[in-house]
């Protein structure tokens, strides 16, 4: 499963992070997916409390920010921002109406990354 190795990723990198600044605990980690990154946030979640347990991030409070992807009509090219979770983003693409020129279709654009943006630790 995509979420089960992004989260496992993420863990590596948090706890690399964590023990090289001789941390007790990790309490805060926030972290940055990219909006086409088909990540859903449930699942990564449980994936993440799997690969934290038993290890300094245990207890960490995970804080998960989608960015937003990007419509762009088709016909005129201006873009739209959308900030929705990726289950929804085909039924955003659907529902899609350009309003600049009213054209109905568009192609999505965005971030694929996903990032630990900030970590807190205990010392
Ligand atoms: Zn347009």
């Known amino acids: ?6 989260a496992q990723q993420l863990v590596k990198t948090v706890l690399e992070v964590a023990e090289s600044n001789q941390a007790k605990e990790v309490s805060e980690v926030e972290i940055d997916i990219g ?19 038993g290890t300094l991030m245990e207890d960490a409070a995970i804080k998960i920010k989608y960015l937003p992807a ?12 959308v900030n929705v979770e990726p289950s929804e983003m085909y039924g955003a693409l659907v529902d899609f ?27």
């Open 1 to 6: 499963m995509h979420e089960f190795s992004t």
């Open 35 to 53: 909006g086409l990154t088909h990540l859903s946030e449930e699942p990564l979640r449980f994936a993440f409390s799997i690969m934290a347990k």
């Open 70 to 81: 990007i419509l762009r009509c088709k016909k005129c090219r201006s873009e739209k921002k």
């Open 97 to 123: 109406k350009c309003r600049g020129c009213g054209a109905r279709e568009a192609e999505i654009d965005g971030d694929t990354s996903c990032i630990v943006k900030s970590i807190k630790v205990k010392k």
